[in-house]
């Protein structure tokens, strides 16, 4: 049996694994939304079949947060539905069918992660109907959800807020209690912070994050809060003219809450890095 835990009234999320990335429903007056689909098709159309189940509607949107494999990869189960993501957000997604996705790489993907082999059998990549830029709103008989576009954790990274129930979906700006990825190319930790700073300010009564459990604006503010001193130790790092090398030797970085991911954390300072010594020599 698929497990759906019910944030509140109208919003469920599934944040145990099964499809890596965290998935969430969001229950309007006569359809839902599906918000990302998971690492891949099989285990994506089973969340769809259990949340049209419990929610007692048809799926009618599918909201993608950003464009990393385990929030897209289930997406053609989803083909009937209005397909909505940034405009970056589908940008990027087309450059990585045409170069990370290929089949060739998706098949040495398959030997390395042999439990791919049967879930991508069939996988086909299926782009966004519907971009924007900025802010997107869906509304059905007067229920809003929010979709706000903010970047940080990748170019393109949305996150959705649904005023009637107050809850944040967050996409990857948030991994609850776990230490975040912020290798990708496109992370930019200072519009991160910001993104933060927006989704406190709207002072949810929970969250739902893109990976870990369903949590609270007190996670919001503990990642925000470290995020904030490891950019300071690098930038101060940066200004006293330490070279990437150099800055990765160190050990004397800021205290996470939690476990460190060593090779998160690698490839955090290596982004981090390139982005804020860009910064500051611009000051």
Not at 35 to 60: C, F, L, Q, S, W
Not at 236 to 262: A, I, Q, S
Request: hydrophobic share 35%; with cysteine; net charge negative.
């Amino acid at each position: 049996m698929f497990d759906l835990e019910q944030v509140s009234e109208n919003v469920w999320a599934h944040t145990k694994g099964e499809t890596r990335g965290n998935v969430a429903f969001i229950r309007l007056k006569q359809s839902g939304i599906m918000v990302d689909t998971g690492m891949d098709p099989k285990t994506a159309k089973i969340a769809r079949d259990a949340a049209e189940k419990e929610m007692e509607v048809p799926i009618k949107y599918l909201v993608i947060t950003h464009h990393h494999g385990d929030h897209v990869f289930g997406n053609q189960v989803l083909e009937d539905c209005e397909i909505i993501s940034s405009k970056d957000m589908k940008e990027i997604m087309e450059e990585q069918v045409s170069t990370t996705w290929t089949k060739e790489k998706l098949e040495e993907r398959m030997e390395q992660v042999p439990e791919f082999k049967d879930k991508w059998d069939d996988l086909r990549f299926v782009l966004p109907t519907t971009t924007f830029e900025g802010e997107y709103t869906i509304e059905e008989e007067g229920v809003k959800v929010e979709i706000v576009q903010t970047n940080g954790h990748t170019r393109g990274s949305s996150y959705l807020y649904i005023p009637n129930d107050n809850i944040v979906i967050t996409g990857d700006l948030l991994f609850a209690e776990t230490f975040p990825y912020g290798g990708d190319p496109s992370v930019d930790p200072y519009l991160w912070i910001d993104a933060y700073t927006q989704m406190i300010y709207l002072n949810p009564v929970k969250v739902v994050p893109g990976h870990g459990p369903i949590t609270f604006k007190e996670e919001l503010e503990i990642q925000q809060k470290y995020l904030e001193m490891l950019v300071k130790k690098i930038e101060d790092l940066v200004v006293d003219g330490l070279t990437k090398e150099e800055v990765l030797e160190r050990t004397d970085f800021p205290e996470f809450p939690y476990e460190v991911d060593p090779n998160r954390l690698k490839s955090m300072l290596e982004r981090c890095f390139d982005v804020i010594k860009e910064a500051v020599e611009s000051y």
